[in-house]
């Protein structure tokens, strides 16, 4: 369905287009170090660790330049309309607590971006870790598009392939590509996201290690496996995630915004530190589409494609099943 007819902009991931730029807000900033010296560090999570003191910030993108460090306790995110629209929307809504605080636009070294709350201010050395909510990560627009231009993609035949050497068809190991729907959906299909309405995309623990070889963790025992190393087998601080976690479904479920809105791509950023001070944000609304029509979402039911259903709180219900058993366990 166009988003025309849901009567929305077109969704974003990124922002291929860029937008007109605002007044300049603010002072310049130093450009970002180089992609290349910072993807061996961590690549895996929307979001940016700005650590204070003795820690270099360390960016925890999956794409060069999209964050800067802000000032006054802020991070810089590139500009992306649908975001900017979804946390406007939230600040005004029952959700404002469990989401970043958003502070409006501010333009820096010629690009436009979206000002944040820096989430980690108040942890010492943290560890943290990205969960992917949903049972799909892609807008079924994009899934739509992608068929209306069918195009064969060697990069993802080659990550596909990477990771499962043997999925792909003897066809397309033949043409050493794949289309894009084909590989959205079998990406999808390949770790918990199909099975449990989320997926880890990595972690990031006080130590320096990270982890970001969950692609095809799908069962729930593996789940469990992740999640203990990730707190280091300290019931406490499970305890603390599951009473947060039962905070925001509350929550959710009480939300006019995410009644109306459908929620793809979007993550929880799950932090804690040696204080045993431990909490959970989500992140990420890139994908954050309103709904036309007045049309609502369970955000539990299956997906089936039209019906628009994201399977947030499904996965969301899986996940505090889980620290629930870890805590009684």
């Not at 300290?234 to 599951?242: K, P």
């Not at 006019?256 to 979007?266: I, L, Y």
């Amino acid at each position: 369905m166009p988003a025309s007819r849901r009567g929305a902009a077109p969704a974003c991931s990124c922002c291929p287009r860029r937008p007109p730029a605002p007044p300049a807000t603010g002072s310049g900033h130093p450009a970002n170090k180089p992609w290349k010296k910072l993807k061996s560090m961590v690549h895996w999570s929307p979001f940016v660790v700005s650590f204070k003191k003795r820690y270099p910030w360390v960016q925890l993108a999956g794409h060069a330049g999209n964050f800067k460090a802000g000032d006054y306790g802020r991070i810089l995110k590139k500009f992306c309309p649908c975001e900017q629209q979804s946390l406007e929307r939230l600040m005004r809504d029952s959700l404002r607590p469990h989401v970043p605080a958003y502070f409006g636009l501010v333009q820096r070294d010629g690009e436009c971006y979206n000002q944040m709350e820096d989430l980690l201010a108040g942890f010492e050395t943290p560890s943290l870790m990205d969960c992917k909510m949903g049972v799909r990560t892609y807008l079924e627009e994009e899934l739509e598009q992608a068929r209306q231009r069918p195009r064969l993609r060697r990069d993802m035949y080659e990550k596909m392939v990477a990771v499962e050497p043997g999925a792909p068809t003897p066809e397309e190991h033949a043409q050493r590509a794949v289309l894009k729907p084909r590989y959205m959906q079998w990406r999808e299909s390949l770790s918990s996201t199909a099975t449990l309405g989320f997926r880890i995309e990595g972690i990031k623990k006080a130590d320096g290690t990270c982890s970001t070889n969950f692609k095809k963790t799908r069962l729930p025992e593996q789940v469990v496996q992740a999640l203990g190393d990730f707190v280091d087998g300290d019931r406490t601080i499970l305890a603390t995630y599951l009473g947060r976690l039962e905070e925001l479904r509350a929550a959710l479920e009480q939300s006019e915004v995410f009644r109306t809105h459908e929620v793809v791509g979007s993550s929880l950023l799950f932090v804690h530190d040696r204080t045993g001070l431990a909490k959970v944000w989500m992140i990420d609304f890139g994908k954050m589409v309103p709904l036309a029509g007045g049309q609502t979402l369970t955000h539990r039911l299956p997906w089936v494609e039209g019906n628009r259903e994201d399977g947030y709180l499904w996965g969301l219900d899986n996940l505090i099943a889980i620290f629930s058993t870890m805590v009684q366990n």
